[in-house]
T-cell receptor, first 115, second 115 residues
């Protein structure tokens, strides 16, 4: 079974530029999550999708971050314009069904450096 | 509100020694608790999970954790450390949001294993 795919793996941009990350979840997984992991901290949820609908985006900085999951499969997370404090690893995860007992499978992440 | 506190950002043990990584939680709903491991430049991998069944949970790679409600703890242990156990470990509790499946992570504990 293929895992969660993310691209790019690394990205370096200057502040005020825009950037986009892509995630392809495990086939058949209805729930998709984007987490932000700042160096030295644990991952923090940015947004959660159930199929192509948003179920939680309360921690997403909506003035600069946006995300979509068209057709309920792969997803894109965008930052525009980027700030220095956005430097982090962006992790995508997916799970089969809604429900806390279902395991979340994580992708390798995209490491963003904003200079 | 949910939160996770991992005591000790760095733990060092000798190969063959007992591994003990501490995690305390706070949750306004019955907690579902998780331990994840992260190797450099990789995503998170689930070690084990507690979902209100047996309080002693066994996971992969010889790790186990015990849920203690009275102490609000979920410490991770392994009887004998191996060099390959060196990694970052995260304790997490499920979020009590609408979906109830996203996770709140602790800040992580780096485990070093010396020969």
């Amino acid at each position: 079974e293929a895992g969660v795919a993310q691209s790019p793996r690394y990205k370096i941009i200057e502040k005020r530029q825009s950037v986009a990350f892509w995630c392809n979840p495990i086939s058949g997984h209805a729930t998709l999550y984007w987490y932000q992991q700042i160096l030295g901290q644990g991952p923090k949820l940015l947004i959660q999708f159930q199929n192509n609908g948003v179920v939680d985006d309360s921690q997403l900085p909506k003035d600069r971050f946006s995300a979509e999951r068209l057709k309920g499969v792969d997803s894109t997370l965008k930052i525009q314009p980027a700030k220095l404090e956005d430097s982090a690893v962006y992790l995508c995860a997916s799970s089969f069904l809604q429900g806390a007992t279902y395991e979340q499978y994580f992708g390798p992440g995209t490491r963003l450096t904003v200079t | 509100a949910q939160s996770v506190t991992q005591l000790g950002s760095h733990v060092s043990v000798s190969e063959g020694a007992l591994v003990l990584l501490r995690c305390n939680y706070s949750s306004s709903v019955p907690p579902y608790l998780f331990w994840y491991v992260q190797y450099p430049n990789q995503g998170l991998q689930l070690l084990l999970k507690y979902t209100s069944a047996a309080t002693l949970v066994k996971g992969i790679n010889g790790f186990e954790a015990e849920f203690k409600k009275s102490e609000t703890s979920f410490h991770l242990t392994k009887p004998s450390a191996h060099m390959s156990d060196a990694a970052e470990y995260f304790c997490a509790v499920r979020m009590a949001n609408q979906a109830g499946t996203a996770l709140i992570f602790g800040k992580g504990t780096t485990l070093s294993v010396s020969s």
